[in-house]
């Protein structure tokens, strides 16, 4: 499974994003995606999951800002990202599981100015 991840960028507060991870290869093993970060000098952190069976999942400190959605016609992972807080400033990864493994994509600098 390949990932490759995009939409990153410079945004003021209160401003919107939208992040898209295009996936390739095993596609049919993928039983999750989802969205991580990590901030500089902080540990990598689960921003938002969604499984083959839609079951979503949203860390506390991005519910009601964030929305995670697939585009299965385009075999790709969304993270909409709206009313963004400096805090919210990191390098984002997209994730996908398999019964095997996880795979990661390359990151996406998101930056939040106040």
């Known amino acids: 499974v390949q990932l490759q991840a995009s939409g990153g960028g410079l945004v003021q507060a209160g401003g919107s994003l939208r992040l898209s991870c295009a996936a390739s290869?095993?596609?049919?093993?993928?039983?999750?995606m989802g969205w991580y970060r990590q901030a500089p000098g902080k540990q990598r952190e689960l921003v938002a999951t969604i499984t083959r069976g839609n079951t979503i999942y949203y860390a506390d400190s991005v519910k009601g800002r964030f929305t995670i959605s697939r585009d299965n016609a385009k075999n790709s992972l969304v993270l909409q990202m709206n009313s963004l807080k400096p805090e919210d400033t990191a390098v984002y990864y997209c994730?996908?599981?398999?019964?095997?493994?996880?795979?990661w994509g390359q990151g996406t600098q998101v930056t939040v100015s106040s």
């Open positions: 290869g095993r596609i049919f093993s993928i039983n999750s």
């Open positions: 994730a996908a599981r398999t019964l095997d493994d996880d795979y």
